[in-house]
């Protein structure tokens, strides 16, 4: 998806949602989501809080805030715009973990002033997306403990990242949902041509 300007103040531009739709189409399959709702499916609640899937939806908002115009980087630029709400330390921790899942795969980054955390898994639906330590983790590994973790529900950051790009499209005047192939219409056969399959008369009138 090509970088756009863009800032609350204008209009959001016409931007492909080609590569949105790719995002979130593997997002919710990788998490037991609707392919057209983002709802969860019955019987696949176990699949909604994964790592892979969590990968998928960061990239989302990734994706959404390369179209933002502001200071930041994409995912809190994304954030900032569509999840007003949400506290802004909360929104550099995304965006650490983010870069931790996917440059390493992993739930350590240590990096500048509010993005240095060490990731756990929360049970779905036991609080907000991001949980945040009373007190920060300092970044050594021998100093890790639960209560310096940074938590984060999985679940409900599937359904941040929804809400989001739902605000996203609303305000661009599309949306980025999957859909199944869309049927192509039989093509004509050129003139002086056999006609398609199953009319082996010539065309022009021959008997």
């Known amino acids: 998806m090509a970088k756009v300007n863009w ?20 997002a919710r399959r990788a998490t037991g989501r ?3 709702t983002g709802r969860i499916e019955p019987g696949k609640a176990a699949l909604s809080g994964n790592w892979l899937g969590a990968v998928g939806y960061l990239l989302l908002v990734d994706q959404v805030g390369s179209a933002c115009r502001a200071p930041g980087p994409p995912v809190v630029r994304a954030l900032r715009q569509f999840a007003p709400r949400m506290g802004e330390p909360e929104r550099e921790a995304l965006y650490a973990l983010r870069c931790s899942l996917v440059h390493d795969f992993g739930l350590v980054t240590v990096g500048g002033p ?8 929360a049970d779905a639906g036991s609080g907000p997306v991001v949980r945040l330590p009373p007190e920060p983790w300092d970044g050594r590994a021998e100093h890790c403990r639960r209560l310096n973790a940074t938590w984060v529900d999985l679940r409900a950051l599937g359904d941040l ?3 989001v790009v ?11 949902v999957p859909r199944g192939r869309r049927s192509r219409p039989a093509r004509r ?3 002086g041509t056999r006609a398609a399959s199953g009319d082996r008369k010539p065309v022009g009138g021959g008997t």
């Open 161 to 163: 990242a929804e809400e």
């Open 34 to 36: 609707d392919r057209e």
């Open 189 to 191: 056969p050129a003139p």
């Open 7 to 26: 800032s609350a103040r204008q209009p959001l531009p016409a931007v492909p949602a080609c590569r949105l739709t790719a995002v979130l189409r593997e």
């Open 114 to 121: 509010g993005r240095t955390h060490h990731f756990m898994p």
């Open 166 to 176: 739902r605000r996203f499209a609303g305000r661009h005047g599309q949306a980025p």
